[in-house]
C-alpha cells in the first residue's frame, strides 16, 4: 500500500485569506486567527510584529495596534477540507479525513497517473487552487505518511524506517500530555522512544502512544472511515468582493469545477450540462436577482480543464448588469460512465470527443447559432436535400425526414453550386469548356409542386475531355417554350 498525507497546518488562517484577503496591499497586513481568546495562526506580517501562537488576544493587540484578529469558524474549515477530499477523489476513491488534512491510498492508482509523484504533484496543485496549503508526504503506512507530513523540512531518508526515527515526539497525538516527561529522560525523537521498554511505555504513558508508534511502523493495523460524496452536489462560493467584470469571476468558478469534477469521479458519472449561477448585490436571495449562465456540452465529460475552458470563453463574452458577490454551480444532466480505457493507438471514440470539444469551444466563443452543420433533409430536389442547423441541436422533425431520404450519397456531389449555372449546346449536346459525355442517366426528379417550386428535371453524370465529373440536368420537354435546356448543378471531387 501507499499513502499520500496532506497536511493543512494553516487551514484556519488560509480560510480567511481565500476569502477576505485578495490584494497584496490587504495580505501584508498583520492578520491573526484566535481560538478561546488566544493566538492560533498568524500570517508572515504578524509574525514580523513578534506576533506568536499562544499569546492573548490582548497581548497580540499591544505588539501591533493596526492587528486584525479574526475568531476560528470550524464549520468553514470542515467544509474546505470536504472541498479538498472532493478533489483528491480525482485520484483515488479511498480518502480519509484526519483532523487538519486528509489521507489517500493510491497503490491502485499509480499506473493511471504514471506514478505517485505525479499524482503529489497534481494533488498539490490542485489544493493551492482550491485557495490552501499544505504539505505533502507517502509513506506505506497511514499514521507514517500522517506524521511525515507534519515535519516537512526534516531531513529525507531512503529508508521509511530511518526517517521515521528521526521525527520529534511532538508530532505523535497521544504524547501531547507527555511532552515535558519525554524530553525529561531524554527521548526527543521516535527512535529514541521506540528504544524503551514496551511495557515501561504502556505503564507510565498509557497504551495508546504504543498503538499508534506500531501503526506507524506496520505493526499493527489500523481501519478508516472513508470520505463519501454527497449523493446530490452542491457548492457555493462567497467571493472576496464585489465583482463587476465577469472575466473576473474564472478563478473562484475555477474552485467549484474542481469540487464538481471530483464529485463525479468519485460517482462514476459525468455531466452534459452545468449551470453556473452568478448571485448580485442587491439580493442574492432572490431568484430574479441572480444570473444563470448555462453550458452544454456536445459530448459528456467530467475533465476539470475542459469544463473551465468553456466557462472562460463564455465569460469572455458576458456583462454583468450588476455586482457579484456569490456563486453557485449546478450540475446538469448527470449520466453514469465508467472512466475511458488507456489507448496506445487513436480511435474512432477518441477522435470523436476531440471534435466535440473544437466544435463545443467554437460555440462558447462565436455563440450556439454561429457553428452549424448539415443535416439531410427529405426532399426529392437537391437544393432543398439538406439544412443547415446548429450543432448537436437537430430536431426530431428533421432526423425523422432523413431516415425517408430515398437518395444515395454516391450519387450526388460534394459540391453542390448555389444557382444552376446554364450550359450551352453544340449539336444538341451540352458543353462546359468542351463537349461533355454522358456517363450514367438519367434520374428523373418532378417534385415541389407543393410550395410553388415545381422542379421537373433529369439529371445526369456527365465527363469533359479535363476528365472532370459534373452533375447537370435537362429540364423536361414541353416545361420551356424554347425546348429543354441543360444546367451544371454540381461537381464531383
Same mark, same amino acid.
Given at each position: 500500500?501507499l499513502?499520500?498525507?496532506?497536511?493543512l497546518?494553516?487551514?484556519?488562517?488560509d480560510?480567511?485569506?481565500?476569502?477576505?484577503?485578495?490584494?497584496?496591499?490587504?495580505?501584508?497586513?498583520?492578520?491573526?486567527?484566535?481560538?478561546?481568546k488566544?493566538?492560533?495562526?498568524?500570517n508572515?506580517?504578524?509574525?514580523d510584529a513578534?506576533?506568536?501562537?499562544?499569546?492573548?488576544e490582548?497581548?497580540?493587540?499591544?505588539?501591533n495596534?493596526?492587528?486584525?484578529?479574526?475568531?476560528?469558524?470550524?464549520?468553514?474549515?470542515?467544509?474546505a477540507?470536504?472541498e479538498?477530499a472532493?478533489?483528491?477523489?480525482?485520484?483515488?476513491?479511498?480518502?480519509?479525513?484526519?483532523?487538519?488534512?486528509?489521507l489517500?491510498?493510491?497503490?491502485?492508482?499509480?499506473?493511471?497517473?504514471?506514478?505517485?509523484?505525479?499524482?503529489?504533484?497534481?494533488?498539490?496543485?490542485?489544493i493551492?487552487?482550491?485557495?490552501?496549503?499544505?504539505?505533502?508526504?507517502?509513506?506505506?503506512?497511514?499514521?507514517?505518511?500522517?506524521?511525515?507530513?507534519?515535519?516537512?523540512?526534516?531531513?529525507?531518508?531512503?529508508d521509511?524506517?530511518h526517517?521515521?526515527?528521526?521525527?520529534?515526539v511532538?508530532?505523535?497525538?497521544?504524547?501531547?500530555?507527555?511532552?515535558?516527561?519525554?524530553?525529561?529522560?531524554?527521548?526527543?525523537?521516535?527512535?529514541?522512544?521506540r528504544?524503551?521498554?514496551?511495557a515501561?511505555? *504502556?505503564?507510565?504513558?498509557g497504551?495508546?502512544?504504543?498503538?499508534?508508534?506500531?501503526?506507524a511502523?506496520?505493526?499493527? *493495523?489500523?481501519a478508516?472511515a472513508?470520505?463519501?460524496?454527497?449523493?446530490?452536489?452542491?457548492?457555493?462560493?462567497?467571493?472576496?468582493?464585489r465583482v463587476?467584470?465577469?472575466?473576473?469571476?474564472?478563478?473562484?468558478a475555477?474552485r467549484l469545477?474542481l469540487?464538481?469534477?471530483?464529485?463525479?469521479?468519485?460517482?462514476?458519472?459525468?455531466?452534459?450540462?452545468?449551470t453556473?449561477w452568478?448571485?448580485?448585490?442587491?439580493?442574492?436571495?432572490?431568484?430574479?436577482?441572480?444570473?444563470?449562465? *448555462?453550458?452544454?456540452?456536445?459530448?459528456?465529460?467530467?475533465?476539470?480543464?475542459?469544463?473551465?475552458?468553456?466557462?472562460?470563453?463564455?465569460?469572455?463574452?458576458l456583462?454583468?448588469?450588476?455586482?457579484?458577490?456569490?456563486?453557485?454551480?449546478?450540475?446538469?444532466?448527470?449520466?453514469?460512465?465508467?472512466?475511458?480505457?488507456?489507448?496506445?493507438?487513436?480511435?474512432?471514440?477518441?477522435?470523436s470527443?476531440?471534435?466535440?470539444r473544437?466544435?463545443?469551444?467554437?460555440?462558447?466563443?462565436?455563440?450556439k447559432?454561429?457553428?452549424?452543420?448539415?443535416a439531410?433533409w427529405?426532399?426529392?430536389?437537391?437544393?432543398?436535400?439538406?439544412?443547415?442547423?446548429?450543432?448537436?441541436?437537430?430536431?426530431?422533425?428533421?432526423?425523422?425526414?432523413s431516415?425517408r431520404?430515398?437518395?444515395s450519397?454516391?450519387?450526388?456531389?460534394?459540391?453542390?453550386?448555389?444557382?444552376?449555372?446554364?450550359l450551352?449546346?453544340?449539336?444538341?449536346?451540352?458543353v462546359?469548356?468542351?463537349?461533355?459525355?454522358?456517363l450514367?442517366?438519367p434520374?428523373?426528379?418532378?417534385?415541389?409542386?407543393?410550395?410553388?417550386?415545381l422542379?421537373?428535371?433529369?439529371?445526369?453524370?456527365a465527363?469533359?475531355?479535363?476528365?472532370?465529373?459534373?452533375w447537370?440536368?435537362?429540364?423536361?420537354?414541353g416545361?420551356?417554350?424554347d425546348?429543354?435546356?441543360w444546367?451544371?448543378?454540381?461537381?464531383?471531387?
Open positions: 500500500m499513502w499520500i498525507a496532506l497536511h497546518p494553516q487551514l484556519p488562517l480560510i480567511v485569506l481565500r476569502c477576505r484577503y485578495a490584494s497584496e496591499q490587504l495580505a501584508q497586513l498583520p492578520l491573526a486567527v484566535s481560538d478561546h488566544r493566538i492560533g495562526w498568524c508572515t506580517a504578524a509574525l513578534g506576533i506568536r501562537a499562544g499569546m492573548s490582548g497581548n497580540a493587540r499591544a505588539l495596534a493596526q492587528l486584525e484578529i479574526v475568531p476560528r469558524t470550524p464549520p468553514e474549515e470542515i467544509r477540507l470536504h479538498a472532493l478533489w483528491s477523489l480525482h485520484f483515488t476513491p479511498h480518502v480519509t479525513l484526519r483532523g487538519c488534512g486528509l489517500a491510498e493510491v497503490a491502485a492508482s499509480l499506473r493511471l497517473f504514471s506514478g505517485a509523484d505525479n499524482i503529489a504533484h497534481r494533488l498539490l496543485q490542485g493551492r487552487q482550491l485557495g490552501l496549503h499544505g504539505n505533502l508526504a507517502m509513506a506505506s503506512t497511514a499514521t507514517a505518511a500522517w506524521l511525515l507530513a507534519q515535519c516537512p523540512s526534516q531531513k529525507t531518508f531512503h521509511e524506517q526517517a521515521l526515527d528521526s521525527l520529534p511532538h508530532v505523535l497525538t497521544h504524547a501531547q500530555p507527555w511532552i515535558d516527561t519525554l524530553h525529561g529522560i531524554g527521548c526527543h525523537t521516535l527512535g529514541q522512544l528504544q524503551l521498554p514496551r515501561g511505555i *504502556t505503564r507510565r504513558f497504551k495508546l502512544l504504543l498503538t499508534e508508534i506500531d501503526r511502523y506496520g505493526k499493527e *493495523t489500523e478508516h472513508w470520505f463519501e460524496a454527497p449523493t446530490i452536489f452542491q457548492a457555493r462560493l462567497e467571493l472576496i468582493s463587476e467584470h465577469a472575466e473576473s469571476l474564472l478563478f473562484a475555477r469545477v469540487q464538481l469534477t471530483g464529485w463525479l469521479t468519485a460517482r462514476h458519472a459525468v455531466v452534459s450540462g452545468i453556473l452568478m448571485h448580485h448585490e442587491s439580493s442574492r436571495r432572490r431568484d430574479h436577482q441572480r444570473t444563470p449562465l *448555462t453550458i452544454v456540452l456536445g459530448m459528456a465529460s467530467r475533465d476539470p480543464e475542459h469544463l473551465t475552458l468553456l466557462l472562460r470563453e463564455r465569460l469572455a463574452l456583462t454583468l448588469h450588476a455586482p457579484v458577490i456569490e456563486l453557485s454551480l449546478h450540475a446538469d444532466q448527470i449520466a453514469q460512465q465508467a472512466a475511458p480505457n488507456t489507448e496506445l493507438f487513436a480511435t474512432s471514440a477518441s477522435q470527443e476531440s471534435s466535440s473544437l466544435i463545443e469551444r467554437l460555440q462558447n466563443r462565436l455563440g447559432d454561429a457553428v452549424k452543420q448539415l439531410p427529405g426532399d426529392h430536389r437537391p437544393e432543398y436535400s439538406n439544412v443547415a442547423s446548429s450543432v448537436f441541436n437537430v430536431s426530431p422533425q428533421q432526423q425523422n425526414r431516415r431520404q430515398p437518395l450519397a454516391a450519387t450526388r456531389p460534394s459540391w453542390l453550386l448555389p444557382q444552376p449555372l446554364p450551352r449546346t453544340r449539336q444538341h449536346k451540352p462546359y469548356h468542351s463537349p461533355l459525355l454522358l450514367t442517366g434520374e428523373r426528379i418532378e417534385a415541389g409542386w407543393w410550395d410553388d417550386a422542379a421537373t428535371r433529369d439529371y445526369f453524370i465527363e469533359n475531355e479535363q476528365h472532370l465529373l459534373l447537370i440536368f435537362r429540364t423536361r420537354i416545361t420551356e417554350d425546348g429543354p435546356r444546367f451544371l448543378h454540381g461537381l464531383f471531387g
